[in-house]
Nanobody
Framework: QVQLVESGGGLVQSGGSLRLSCAVS????????MGWYRQAPEKQREWVAG???????TYADPVKGRFTISRDNFKKTMYLEMNILKPEDTAAYYC?????????WGQGTQVTVSS
């Protein structure tokens, strides 16, 4: 069973920064895709950023230029560096990994950006 644990969320002022971490129980070469999602109150969960096994990264338009996804294969940890945060970035953030065997989610970490 793959386990993911997010951390690093919190309360930050508009314009501030946070770095989220996602510790994964399995080495990354098992997964085809890894990424971050978020869900604001009363809204559907949306994709934020992704990184492939080969290291290619992609971003949703609202976060391009402000967020950076990365990973440390040795530490089995994925990161989301978030800069120039805006109140509309307020949401629960989830990490997800996928392989041919299935997909697994973390429990989420709350990010709140005050104006």
């Amino acid at each position: 069973q793959v386990q993911l644990v997010e951390s690093g969320g919190g309360l930050v002022q508009s314009g501030g920064s946070l770095r989220l971490s996602c510790a994964v129980s399995t080495f990354f070469y098992f997964f085809d895709d890894m990424g971050w999602y978020r869900q604001a109150p009363e809204k559907q969960r949306e994709w934020v950023a992704g990184i492939t096994r080969g290291g290619a990264t992609t971003y949703a338009d609202p976060v391009k230029g402000r967020f950076t996804i990365s990973r440390d294969n040795f530490k089995k940890t994925m990161y989301l560096e978030m800069n120039i945060l805006k109140p509309e970035d307020t949401a629960a953030y989830y990490c997800k990994v996928s392989s041919r065997s299935g997909s697994w989610w973390g429990q989420g970490t709350q990010v709140t950006v005050s104006s």
